[in-house]
């Protein structure tokens, strides 16, 4: 149709999403509309159910995504799911681009016996749970029986975990933790808290500022045994020879908590390097987990590997999380690689098939449902920018999806046919001052609203309730 908008859906409100709405929305010639789709009311993903609620100046980022939600030509529709409220095919009829920007939305698992015990979680439902994310509202996280917790992992995410797991509730108080979670942890008896890794002190995937945190917490120790924390040689040269400055830094670090020793602080977090769990351990609930020694070697394409050794040992332990990476989730209708967890795609661009060449024209993809779930929160800005240049040489080439009717008013139609309780991003702010406001009337930074149908109940929105009489 001629004289129609250029017209792109972005499907998902986190990092990525908002930084691919940015870069074409700065776009002169052809001025681009945006469409931004998220399955949730409230807009950040990640932002907002994942960065820990500590981790406050990290979460202002979302000041600069609010600001690219005020420009002419971007609308959200919060609370419409992709794949169920609206499709791939109803999309196609008025974008001329579909971005996924969903994330990797599931975690990745061990494969080691009594990992379905009771007691044992994924990070993430422990990261949903404290963020007060809807999906995992509903879990009961007791924590008044646990003395003893392993994080499996050694990445942000484990330090996130470990973290929060040792804070004081005083140190929460002033976040925006779910008030649940802050109960809960009022309540709970954890001491101590093993963070393990299977790799040694250089090849841990913390990043510096993370690690140095754990040892700056108000009633928490950090415990590293010396052994642990001093190099093997592969480990020593291989460091010498890359000179990654950051994990110098992140084995200095450890080397340092080494000669602190123990301070006397109520709960202690334990670093361990160079151990794999091979089975959690008990009758019904977790009450151990047996560990495997791992050695390092340089397999064939020079990485430092772990192998396992013939030495074992059982930790007595209450509660396990792994926190060994995410995972992404299929979309309908839109290819996807499982062994990565990804939307095969080139450079952004989607591709039928993992390593197909063959292109779905007019579907591009951004973020963790890209590259996989690596990054910090800034690594999403290049690679949006990255696939949304894909999608505006192939808008100069003709390439793109040739939809019927790409007015705003079509895309409303369909929107309000199919969720009349869609969110704006107005609706968000109206929230937003609301969550805000609740805080500011004890002390804390913001009380979230925590359930869908507590959103559209405070926006005026829920679905009326008629009594079979009327
Ligand atoms: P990650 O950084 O990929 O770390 C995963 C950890 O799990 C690694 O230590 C890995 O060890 C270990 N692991 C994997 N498979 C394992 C297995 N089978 N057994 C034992 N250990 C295993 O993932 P993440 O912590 O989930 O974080 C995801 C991304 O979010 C990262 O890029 C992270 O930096 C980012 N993030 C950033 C922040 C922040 O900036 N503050 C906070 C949270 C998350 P190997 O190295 O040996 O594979």
Not at 66 to 76: E, K, W
Not at 146 to 154: F, L, N, P, Y
Not at 178 to 200: C, K, P, Q, T
């Amino acid at each position: 149709m001629t004289g129609m908008p250029i017209r792109v859906a972005i499907i998902g409100s986190g990092p990525s999403g908002f930084y691919a709405a940015d870069h074409l929305l700065k776009q002169e010639s052809p001025e681009i509309s945006i469409d931004m789709y998220e399955r949730l009311p409230t807009p950040f993903g990640l932002v907002r159910g994942g960065v820990a609620p500590d981790h406050a100046k990290i979460k202002s980022v979302t000041k600069l995504y609010s600001r690219i939600a005020q420009r002419d030509r971007f609308r959200y529709f919060g609370n419409v799911e992709f794949g169920t409220d609206v499709c791939r095919a109803d999309l196609s009829r008025h974008y001329h681009g579909i971005i996924y920007a969903v994330g990797a939305q599931t975690d990745r698992r061990l494969n080691i016996p009594g990992e379905d015990l009771r007691n044992s979680y994924a990070a993430t439902e422990f990261v949903g749970w404290y963020n007060g994310h809807p999906d995992y509202r509903h879990y009961n996280f007791d924590l008044s029986g646990i003395r003893r917790v392993a994080v499996i992992g050694v990445g942000n995410v484990a330090m996130d975990v470990a973290r929060i797991l040792a804070r004081t509730v005083d140190e929460l108080y002033e976040t925006d933790i779910a008030d649940y979670a802050l109960d809960a942890l009022a309540n709970s008896h954890v001491e101590e808290i093993y963070v393990l890794g299977r790799r040694g002190p250089a090849q841990a995937a913390f990043s510096t500022p993370e690690i140095k945190e754990l040892g700056e917490l108000a009633d928490a120790d950090i415990v590293v045994a010396r052994e642990e924390a001093t190099l093997d040689e592969l480990s020593s040269r291989q460091l010498r020879e890359s000179g990654d400055r950051s994990a110098t830094r992140n084995v200095k670090t450890l080397q340092a908590y080494v000669e602190r020793g123990i301070t006397g602080k109520s709960r202690r977090i334990v670093m361990r390097f160079l151990v794999s769990p091979t089975d959690i351990l008990g009758d019904r609930r977790v009450e151990a987990m047996r560990m495997v020694k791992n050695e390092l070697y340089l397999d064939g394409r020079g990485s430092l590997r772990p192998r396992a050794t013939d030495q074992y040992e059982t930790l007595p332990v209450d509660m396990v999380f792994r926190s060994v990476g995410y995972h992404g989730v299929p979309l309908p209708d839109v290819p996807f690689y499982d062994a990565w967890g990804t939307i095969p795609n080139d450079c952004g661009r989607v591709l039928t098939q993992h390593e197909s060449g063959e292109f779905l024209i007019g579907n591009y993809v951004v973020g963790w449902i890209k590259r996989g779930p690596s990054g910090i929160i800034g690594t999403n800005k290049p690679d949006a920018v990255e696939s949304t240049k894909r999608f505006l040489e192939d808008l100069d080439r003709g390439r793109v999806l040739n939809p019927v009717d790409s007015s705003d008013a079509a895309v409303l139609a369909l929107v309000e046919s199919r969720v009349p309780a869609y969110v704006t991003f107005e609706d968000w702010e109206r929230l937003d001052a609301i969550e805000t406001q609740r805080g500011a009337d004890c002390g804390r930074s913001r009380i979230k609203f925590t359930s869908v149908d507590d959103m559209l109940l405070a926006l005026g929105k829920d679905e009326p309730i008629f009594n079979a009489g009327d």
